[in-house]
C-alpha cells in the first residue's frame, strides 16, 4: 500500500479504513468524471482493492 503510507500525513490518521476507502472512492469519482487517467489514477484503484478487502475482512460491526 505504497499510496497510503505516502498520504498517511495527508489524512487524518485517526480515520480507519472505512473512512479511507470513502475518500479514496470519492477521489476516483472525481477523477472518472474528469476522464482523467494516469498512473496516480491507477495507484488509488489499487489502493481501493486493498482497502475493500481489509473492510471486508473487518466485517460489519467494526
Do not use: S, T, W
Request: hydrophobic share 35%.
Amino acid at each position: 500500500m505504497d499510496f497510503m503510507i505516502n498520504m498517511d500525513g495527508f489524512f487524518d490518521d485517526a480515520d480507519g479504513p472505512r473512512q479511507r476507502l470513502a475518500r479514496y472512492q470519492a477521489c476516483l469519482q472525481e477523477f472518472e468524471r474528469l476522464n482523467h487517467e494516469d498512473n496516480y489514477v491507477k495507484q488509488i484503484r489499487k489502493e481501493i482493492k486493498q482497502l475493500q478487502q481489509l473492510v471486508a475482512d473487518m466485517g460489519p460491526h467494526n
